[in-house]
């Protein structure tokens, strides 16, 4: 079955960084959408899974959440196969289970709900110590 796979997940001190790529494993497609949306969330113990960054793959639009506007960008190479979350000054309350998903999007957005993704990574455990 097609998925995704996380890579460069570890630990880290605060004020450092961390890339995180994701890549497909297998095919995955669909025959009618307007865009293909790539998301990273994160799950913290006892916390819902949240939107962190998003990108619109072949438009290049981006979002962010707010708490990591300014300290993470997400990028894809250009094959527009791998997908990159950046991560720079990171704090301790980053520290989660990192996900990637893909959504194969009919509206005018890349959605920030994790339930709107249909494809997922296994997830990278990032911990960020103070």
């Known amino acids: 079955q097609a998925r995704l796979v996380e890579s460069g997940g570890g630990s880290v001190q605060a004020g450092g960084s961390l890339t995180l790529s994701c890549a497909p494993s297998?095919?995955?497609?669909?025959?009618?959408?307007?865009?293909?949306?790539v998301g990273w969330f994160r799950q913290a113990p006892g916390k819902e899974r949240e939107a962190v960054a998003r990108?619109?793959?072949?438009?290049?639009?981006?979002y962010y959440a707010d708490n990591v506007k300014g300290r993470f960008t997400i990028s894809t190479d250009n094959a527009k196969i791998t997908v990159y979350l950046q991560m720079n000054s990171l704090k301790p309350e980053d520290t989660a289970t990192y996900y990637c998903?893909?959504?194969?999007?009919?509206?005018?957005?890349?959605?920030?709900?994790?339930?709107?993704?249909?494809?997922w990574g296994q997830g990278t455990q990032v911990t960020v110590s103070s």
């Open positions: 297998g095919n995955i497609g669909s025959t009618y959408y307007s865009r293909l949306c």
């Open positions: 998903a893909a959504l194969f999007s009919i509206s005018a957005f890349c959605s920030g709900r994790y339930s709107d993704y249909n494809y």
């Open positions: 990108m619109d793959i072949f438009g290049g639009s981006t």
